[in-house]
């Protein structure tokens, strides 16, 4: 049973390079796709009870590829600061370190700011989304501003988040 959560993953894999390339309204239903593929493959590892370490190192990997590779796209149409790619790769690979050398576990070790930059890193992309709809013509410049603002909002507590981890290594001895 844990091929349903796998597979949910798997899509959300998927659906990365065509979403950081596509620059038209289809961008908006790849990106709701892939977020109800994150939702979903948590609750089929919970309720089929095969959620495991490796499990969700898969789901976390997508997540990070998937808002790593549609904020680079986002960086390079000029939309976000070309640093937030950049740093939440950064984030993403001090937290697999952190976890599986550094602590010696087998499954990641989690930290409260890491998992709210994780949900944080989809808010740009789906303001953006939605800006790119042109539903209401005069919104579309606010709602790029937004995401903007949001993506250098994101710069800075990925940066908080990451000075976090490195000093609680050292807090910890």
Do not use: E
Not at 1 to 12: E, N, S, V
Not at 84 to 103: E, K, M, T
């Amino acid at each position: 049973m844990a091929i349903q959560a796998h597979l949910l993953t798997g899509l959300r894999l998927a659906l990365t390079l065509p979403t950081a390339i596509l620059s038209s309204g289809l961008v908006a239903l790849l990106l709701a796709v892939a977020i109800a593929s994150d939702y979903f493959d948590g609750v089929a590892a919970r309720r089929y009870g095969t959620a495991s370490a490796g499990g969700r190192l898969f789901d976390h990997g997508t997540d990070c590829l998937y808002v790593t590779a549609c904020s680079t796209g986002a960086a390079l149409a000029g939309l976000v600061p070309p640093v937030l790619p950049i740093l939440i790769a950064v984030a993403f690979s001090q937290y697999v370190v952190d976890s599986y050398w550094l602590h010696r576990r087998k499954h990641l070790r989690m930290s409260t700011i890491g998992r709210w930059n994780g949900i944080g890193y989809f808010v740009p992309l789906v303001v953006l989304a939605t800006a790119r709809l042109d539903v209401v013509p005069a919104l579309t410049p606010w709602l790029t501003a937004v995401a903007r603002l949001v993506a250098y909002v994101l710069v800075a507590s990925t940066l908080v988040s990451i000075v976090d981890r490195a000093t609680a290594v050292r807090r910890g001895r």
